[in-house]
């Protein structure tokens, strides 16, 4: 494969945390890593304390930690010394409550100031968080709450009455509901959060967690079948601060736009901890995406450091340069992007439009935080994720017949990526799934279920999720290429490549494509489309067949559903939907 390294200039890695890759890979320890932490004063590790209350303790506590835009753009900040005292009051109010270490507390919310205080005081409190996506239906919540095995839950009384009053009676363990923005007397059983805060103590004593107990569970997006309960432990707090630092620059002081919902696990990582951690303020916003309103709040808040996703700069694309050209996004420093492959289209295009690259990077639930990443201090390389984080082993890998698996040395050769275990967020377990958790691993390596490749400079290529990826006539395509290949032509705003059978070659390409406001779907461009293609990649990888839809499949966290494409291709079952969102065919 080719690529165009972006080179960037000095000025534009001289901010980097990391100046130099190969010296910080050399220098880098985790124990090293979590020196820069400052610990609880008993000698345990929490990761409430480390994004709040150090910060009190070392005289930071006027910093703003929160601004929250609310969906009419109404701004309401919170300093780490606010959001210090409400947590301890939640923290107080689930002691007053009997909920005890360990014990799981659920929040079904959108991204108001009481999820962050809900979280962080969970935490504070020695017990266990699980955010849930606030667009969740009554089902998917319930089969979360039952695996979970929650003690608590934090929502509205609207989505109260809508999603888990129907079947609140089948989950005894379920003690406490406790609702934020107002409730009415007929809420029976639940407590009004807003009125039992303020009567909570505000002083408490960060309970004394160990590094390896437990703190959150996170579900995967459920893009390849039924999502999984990841479990975290406090002391990936080293690894949530360690790669925030790295792979997204971040500084104390910066301002920092997470756009992921806390429900996913970026939104968590590095939309709730990771910057607060660090000393940053955090801009959350508790609106929909939309081009004008995403502009308006990089331009007003002037956002330095922005994390987003491949599907939202897909649709920044979408809505033309003008909006772009139109706003003042002169604060940005450092852009980022994580959940699904970025073609290099959009790198190319953000480097033109809004004057810096988007910097992939890799990583899961599983994972816990940035593994692979495009850094500040490295010239780009669009369509690559980057090289491992200091830190961080990665390889490509082939299993071999006694079960093991061997570490494939050959420069761009396709195979699983792998991951040496030891660092400090790696998940513990996939919650009532041990055996599914064994299979992961493979005597030190964690497999991660992606295919790669990795180039002679140690850059890492993603060619696709091992069940996405199409056998066709002895090559190994990866949906990746293909989709990034129709994603240079004029006409197409997203793609998503499948595998169908084929009598000759076993499998064939099939290729949805998505249009651009402005363009019509007709034979005479799906040829063209097709010749496109052909050109690009070649008739093996090329696909055969192309179909138009007004959009793709994708989750709740954006990632499109290529395996629910393919289920209705082939007329089988379409399996566990839970987070499917958007579905415009
Ligand atoms: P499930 O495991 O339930 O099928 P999921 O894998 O989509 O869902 P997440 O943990 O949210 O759940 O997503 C991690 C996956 O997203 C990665 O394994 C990878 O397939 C994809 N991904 C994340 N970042 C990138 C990236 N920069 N490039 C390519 N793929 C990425
Ligand atoms: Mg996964």
């Known amino acids: 494969m080719a690529w165009n390294t972006i080179v960037k200039g000095p000025a534009e890695k001289a901010s980097a945390v990391v100046g130099d890759y190969d010296a910080a890979r050399s220098a880098f320890s985790w124990e090293a890593a979590r020196a820069e932490l400052d610990g609880l004063p008993n000698g345990g590790l929490n990761i409430a304390y480390e994004a709040l209350d150090r910060h009190v303790a070392r005289g930071r506590g006027e910093r703003v930690a929160l601004r929250s835009v609310t969906k009419d753009g109404a701004v309401e900040e919170f300093r780490y010394a606010d959001l210090t005292v409400r947590t301890n009051r939640f923290a107080n109010l689930l002691r007053d409550l009997g909920v005890g270490r360990g014990e799981r507390v659920f929040s079904l919310l959108g991204r108001v100031p009481a999820l962050y205080v809900a979280a962080l005081g969970t935490l504070k409190a020695g017990s266990v968080f699980a955010p849930l996506f606030s667009a969740f239906g009554p089902e998917p919540v ?9 003690r608590v839950l934090v929502t509205t009384e609207a ?22 923005g107002g409730m009415s007397a007929s809420a029976e059983g639940c407590i009004d959060l807003d009125a039992a805060l303020p009567a909570a103590g505000a002083d408490f004593a960060v309970v004394p967690t160990a590094p390896e107990d437990m703190a959150l569970l996170h579900f995967t997006s459920g893009t390849t079948g039924r999502p999984k309960g990841a479990v975290h432990v406090h002391g990936a707090v080293v690894a949530h601060h360690a790669t925030a630092r790295m792979a997204l620059d971040l500084l104390p002081g910066d301002v920092f736009w997470c756009t992921a919902d806390p429900g996913w696990v970026t939104g968590t990582s590095y939309g709730i901890i990771a910057p607060l951690t660090v000393g940053a303020t955090m801009v959350v916003d508790q609106g929909e995406f939309d081009a004008e309103r995403w502009y308006g709040i990089l331009e007003r808040h002037r956002v330095t450091v922005w994390y987003t996703a491949p599907t939202a700069i897909r649709m920044l694309m979408k809505a033309g340069e003008e909006p772009a050209r139109r706003h003042d996004l002169g604060a940005l420093r450092f852009l980022a992007s994580v959940g699904e492959p970025l073609n290099p289209e959009a790198v190319a295009w953000s480097h033109r439009v809004l004057g810096r690259p988007f910097h992939d990077n890799w990583w899961q639930t599983e994972t816990g935080g940035i ?20 830190g961080i082993d990665a390889a490509i890998v082939e299993r071999t017949p006694d079960g093991g698996v061997r570490v494939v040395d050959s420069p761009m050769t396709a195979g699983e990526l792998a991951l040496r275990r030891g660092w400090p967020s790696m998940f513990r377990g996939y919650l009532g799934e041990e055996e599914r958790y064994c299979r992961c691993f493979a005597g030190d390596w964690y497999l991660t279920g992606d295919l790669a490749m990795r180039d002679a400079d140690g850059y890492f290529w993603f060619v696709g999720r091992g069940d996405d990826v199409i056998k066709s006539a002895g090559h190994l395509i990866g949906p990746f290429e293909v989709e990034s290949a129709l994603l240079e032509h004029p006409a197409v705003a997203e793609a998503g490549v499948i595998g169908i059978p084929d009598p000759v070659g076993g499998e064939a390409v099939k290729a949805f494509v998505a249009l651009k406001p402005d363009w019509t779907a007709g034979d005479e461009l799906r040829h063209d489309l097709l010749a496109h293609a052909r050109r690009r990649l070649g008739p093996a990888v090329a696909p055969k067949e192309l179909e138009f839809r007004a959009g793709l499949p994708r989750t709740r966290s954006g990632k499109i559903m290529r395996r629910l494409l393919k289920a209705r291709e082939l007329g089988l079952p379409e399996g566990d939907l839970s987070t499917l969102e958007s579905d415009e065919r």
């Not at 319930?142 to 929650?150: E, F, K, S, V």
């Not at 989505?159 to 934020?180: A, C, D, I, S």
């Not at 500040?376 to 984080?389: E, F, K, N, T, Y």
Request: glycine share 8%; no cysteine.
């Open 142 to 150: 319930r089969t979360r709450a039952t695996l979970g095995d929650a």
């Open 159 to 180: 989505m109260y009455r809508r999603k888990v009053e129907p079947w609140r009676h089948m989950l005894p363990g379920l003690r406490h509901v406790l609702l934020t």
């Open 371 to 390: 593994m692979i990443a495009n850094l500040a201090a490295m010239d780009v390389r669009p369509g690559s994720m980057g090289r491992p984080l200091p």
